[in-house]
Nanobody, 123 residues
Framework: QVQLVESGGGLVQTGDSLRLSCVLS????????VGWFRQPPGEEREFVGAINQITGDTNYANSVQGRFTISRTNAKNTLYLQMNNLKPEDAGVYYCAAHRGARSIFAREYEYWGQGTQVTVSS
């Protein structure tokens, strides 16, 4: 079992930056790939980025590549999503999720989810 808790969401303006946090607890958190997803209002959940906890390798959706960065603490139990140059289309509820396996862009492959944190970007 892995528990995840996101924080750091809020209301920002276009072009601003925001850093989301995801705290993992439970056994062997390093064995899990961690993904970030977002769900805009009225839309389906979509992939943002993911990190392999063992290797540190990351991948991102094309829409955020070069603007968003995933990082983590040395203990690997806190993940961050640094979001720069935010756009109105980045708004939504952001979730972190854990998957005992390789990184995946598919939400259905993640077994554990946090409660989400709201990001609102005003134009």
């Amino acid at each position: 079992q892995v528990q995840l808790v996101e924080s750091g969401g809020g209301l920002v303006q276009t072009g601003d930056s925001l850093r989301l946090s995801c705290v993992l607890s439970g056994r062997t958190v390093i064995a899990y790939a961690v993904g970030w997803f977002r769900q805009p209002p009225g839309e389906e959940r979509e992939f943002v980025g993911a990190i392999n906890q063992i290797t540190g390798d990351t991948n991102y959706a094309n829409s955020v590549q070069g603007r968003f960065t995933i990082s983590r603490t040395n203990a690997k139990n806190t993940l961050y999503l640094q979001m720069n140059n935010l756009k109105p289309e980045d708004a939504g509820v952001y979730y972190c999720a854990a998957h005992r396996g390789a990184r995946s862009i598919f939400a259905r492959e993640y077994e554990y989810w946090g409660q989400g944190t709201q990001v609102t970007v005003s134009s």
